[in-house]
């Protein structure tokens, strides 16, 4: 099962071109089975997600959220959880942490060092889930010493499109070890490290 947990759409996202419709259109063309809306700051309403799920019921359309943090600067994805608190805007890594760790959601620190030379939140005393390491914001210059982050915080890393448009979406993507029916699943798969990531070029 392909899951992407990192896509845009124009309309809640300023910066992305492509509507709903079409990137979710383009992930199923794409062969994905699970795909997280990131619009910046705002969830898709849970309504209207399930709308999307009855016109696409071979996706599972997954809660989410890319954050970026108050005092930090990082951007932070939140997969998997629901909960309309995620909007208000001004978050620090340790209020969003723990708030999402309670809810049991899914936390991914997106293309770190894109921003800053480097990461503005400690990974030691409050970990995400896992390191965005691939996708088309992430320079290959970056990669190796977000793998070492990773492996050295025992970390898993993943690969996302970061699509604003619908013809960046396929090419990267997570490939679980097992079929999820759920957003807890691919949380937990993500979590547990079951899943082997996919780029178009040679992984290093």
């Known amino acids: 099962m392909r899951v992407d947990l990192h896509i845009h759409t124009s309309e809640r996202s300023s910066c992305a071109l492509s509507t709903t419709l ?3 259109s383009a992930a199923r063309d794409a ?3 699970a795909v997280a809306i990131t619009d910046h700051h705002r969830l898709v309403p849970t309504r209207q997600r399930r709308e999307w799920s009855e016109l696409f019921p071979e996706i599972l359309l997954l809660p989410g959220i890319e954050i970026t943090l108050d005092a930090e600067g990082e951007d932070i994805l939140v ?3 629901d909960d309309p608190r995620l909007e208000r805007g001004a978050w620090s890594w340790p209020e969003l942490h723990d708030h999402v760790r309670e809810h049991g959601g899914l936390l991914v620190l997106a293309h770190p060092y ?3 030379a480097e990461i503005g939140i400690d990974l030691e005393s409050r970990r995400p889930d896992a390191l965005e390491a691939y996708s088309p914001n992430v320079p ?3 990669r190796g010493r977000i793998r070492q982050d990773a492996e050295r915080l025992g970390l898993p890393v ?3 499109s970061d699509a604003h ?3 960046g979406i396929g090419a ?3 490939r679980l070890a097992v079929v999820a029916s759920d957003a807890a699943q691919v949380v937990a798969a993500i979590r547990e490290g079951r899943f082997t990531v996919e780029t178009p070029d040679p992984i290093r």
């Open 165 to 167: 448009w619908a013809s």
């Open 79 to 81: 997969v998997g959880l």
């Open 31 to 33: 062969g994905l089975g």
């Open 158 to 160: 993943v690969a996302n």
């Open 140 to 142: 290959s210059r970056h």
């Open 172 to 174: 990267y993507a997570n």
């Open 22 to 24: 079409e990137q979710l």
């Open 114 to 116: 894109r921003y800053q």
